[in-house]
């Protein structure tokens, strides 16, 4: 049974920064990729970003290019989302979802393609 726990959520002020963290379990962790996506009050769920664990390919939406940051440690088991500058439209619940074959580097990231996903973690980016 895959499973997704994220982590690191909070409140945060306006160009601040915070990590989230996505640790899995239930799959090849080296053979997949993981996603993150967001969902703000009211507005559909968005992919924000994804890493292929086996190269290290990635994706980002680009609404957080230049400010978001998602890495892979194999050995963990867990994808991190360091987040910097943000902003009050990044105020959402953030989701890690897998497995996907593989993170090509061209979006947008479609929910249909990821099976499984943690509970959610809230970030709140005050002005």
């Known amino acids: 049974e895959v499973q997704l726990v994220e982590s690191g959520g909070g409140l945060v002020q306006a160009g601040g920064s915070l990590r989230l963290s996505c640790a899995a379990s239930?799959?090849?962790?080296?053979?997949?990729?993981i996603g993150w996506f967001r969902q703000a009050p009211g507005k559909e769920r968005e992919g924000v970003s994804c890493?292929?664990?086996?190269?290290?390919?990635?994706y980002y939406a680009d609404s957080v290019k230049g400010r978001f940051t998602i890495s892979s440690d194999n050995a963990k088991n867990t994808v991190y989302l360091q987040m910097n500058s943000l902003k009050p439209e990044d105020t959402a619940v953030y989701y890690c979802?897998?497995?996907?074959?593989?993170?090509?580097?061209?979006?947008?990231?479609?929910?249909?393609?990821?099976?499984?996903w943690g509970q959610g973690t809230q970030v709140t980016v005050s002005s």
């Open positions: 979802a897998a497995p996907l074959d593989y993170c090509s580097g061209y979006g947008p990231l479609s929910r249909a393609d990821f099976g499984s």
């Open positions: 239930g799959f090849t962790f080296d053979d997949y990729a």
């Open positions: 890493i292929s664990s086996s190269d290290g390919s990635t």
